[in-house]
């Protein structure tokens, strides 16, 4: 598509339970890029996929987060045990190369009670 | 390690004044440069991007930035703004060799009839 398509918009938990949020590039992009915004500013680099392999993952906490860019499905971002800090919007990115700009999806709002 | 500063955090204006708002970064080395709008309840959208050349940079809308290496600077500007505007506004740095940007906290901008 010609959007970054992320489903789904709002994600209520309750601490403890699983999320998992889904990301489709726009068509023929090569990298997708995860970022989580906390109270509207500061937005926090997750990931980076070149396809469907890890490019940079150093903003990933590791215990409880898990990534994932499959051949064919959207990409994925789960959260295993959820904390109420994992409150926060989460936004996709796609680019078509490594130096090109960065589209982003909608986001999605993540609310851990 | 990388940082965006965005010095005003919330800006007022009428409609027809002129904006200017700060972006500044501590990376020494080649980066790519880029402002973003954030409309209330929408995506992020890039307003323009600096990567080589000429350091005066227009965007839609009649935005434009200016690249100042001396000064580690890449302030937005735009000589007239509409109720429109109203927005949050983010700088974004990318250093080159890494993929994933380092963003600025934000400024919200309100433009009043």
């Known amino acids: 598509g010609e959007e970054v398509a992320q489903t789904p918009k709002h994600l209520v938990r309750g601490e403890g339970q699983k999320a998992k949020l889904y990301c489709a590039p726009i068509?023929?992009?090569?990298?997708v890029f995860w970022y989580q915004q906390v109270l509207k500013n500061e937005f926090k680099f997750l990931i980076s996929f070149q396809n469907e392999n890890v490019f940079d993952e150093t903003g990933m906490p590791k215990e409880r987060f898990s990534a994932k860019c499959l051949p064919n499905s959207p990409c994925s971002l789960e959260i295993q045990a959820t904390k109420l800090e994992d409150s926060a919007v989460y936004f996709c990115?796609?680019?078509?190369?490594?130096?090109?700009?960065?589209?982003f999806g909608q986001g999605t709002r993540l609310t851990v009670v | 390690a990388q940082s965006v500063s965005q010095h005003n955090h919330h800006v007022i204006l009428s409609e027809a004044a002129s904006l200017e708002l700060g972006c500044n970064y501590s990376y020494g080395g080649t980066v790519n440069l880029f402002w973003y709008v954030q409309y209330p309840g929408q995506h992020l959208q890039l307003l323009l991007k600096y990567f080589s050349g000429d350091p005066l940079v227009k965007g839609i809308k009649g935005f434009e930035a200016e690249f100042i290496k001396s000064k580690f600077s890449f302030n937005l500007r735009k000589p007239s703004v509409q109720w429109s505007d109203t927005a949050e506004y983010f700088c974004a740095v990318r250093e080159t060799g890494r993929r994933a940007l380092t963003f600025g906290s934000g400024t919200r901008l309100q433009v009043q009839p």
């Open positions: 068509k023929g992009h090569s990298y």
């Open positions: 990115a796609s680019s078509l190369y490594k130096n090109t700009e960065a589209f």
